[in-house]
């Protein structure tokens, strides 16, 4: 699905359950609302087997799952996921500290060394995009732009800054 091939077939807002992801601080907030700007400004998502959007997405979290509810346009319920945010566990760890190293290289390393990590950060990111694809198979269409902007999010809604 390429991003905004069936204007249908996206997302036009995204919230966070407040409830059960809780609010972070000012850095934290700052970066899950450029993850969730970035989100709608360019995506592809379709629910399998269902006839179309716009959609809207609440995100929670239950235990270690991502809580995905989706309702079209005027608000009503189409479907609800559950992801287990177990077999990302490995590539969020490795992200995190992958952009520690990077933000710390920016300050005394040179232009090769952080293209360097750079290169790795976005390889990180791009598994990660792979594996949501994967996981979401069946249940949830996403482009892979969407997908690295949705892991973009997930980061956002772990990172502690």
């Known amino acids: 699905m390429a991003p905004e091939s069936n204007r249908k077939n996206r997302l036009?807002?995204?919230?966070?359950?407040?409830?059960?992801?809780?609010?972070?601080?000012?850095e934290q907030e700052h970066e899950r609302a450029i993850a969730i700007f970035d989100l709608i400004e360019g995506n592809g998502f379709a629910v399998?087997?269902?006839?179309?959007?716009?959609?809207a997405l609440t995100v929670g979290l239950i235990t270690n799952k991502l809580a995905l509810d989706?309702?079209?346009?005027?608000?009503?319920p189409v479907t609800a996921h559950i992801l287990s945010l177990t077999p990302?566990?490995?590539?969020?760890?490795?992200?995190?500290?992958?952009?520690?190293s990077y933000y710390q290289a920016i300050r005394t390393a040179s232009p090769s060394q952080i293209e360097a990590i750079d290169m790795g950060r976005r390889g990180l990111h791009n598994e990660a995009a792979d594996l949501l694809i994967e996981r979401l198979e069946g249940k949830i269409e996403v482009d892979f732009d969407t997908a690295r902007r949705l892991f973009t999010l997930i980061s956002a809604l772990h990172w502690k800054g």
């Open 70 to 76: 989706i309702r079209n346009e005027q608000g009503e």
């Open 12 to 26: 036009i807002s995204i919230t966070l359950d407040e409830a059960s992801i809780g609010r972070g601080g000012p």
């Open 48 to 55: 399998t087997g269902h006839s179309g959007g716009p959609y």
């Open 88 to 100: 990302f566990r490995r590539i969020v760890k490795d992200y995190f500290l992958i952009c520690e």
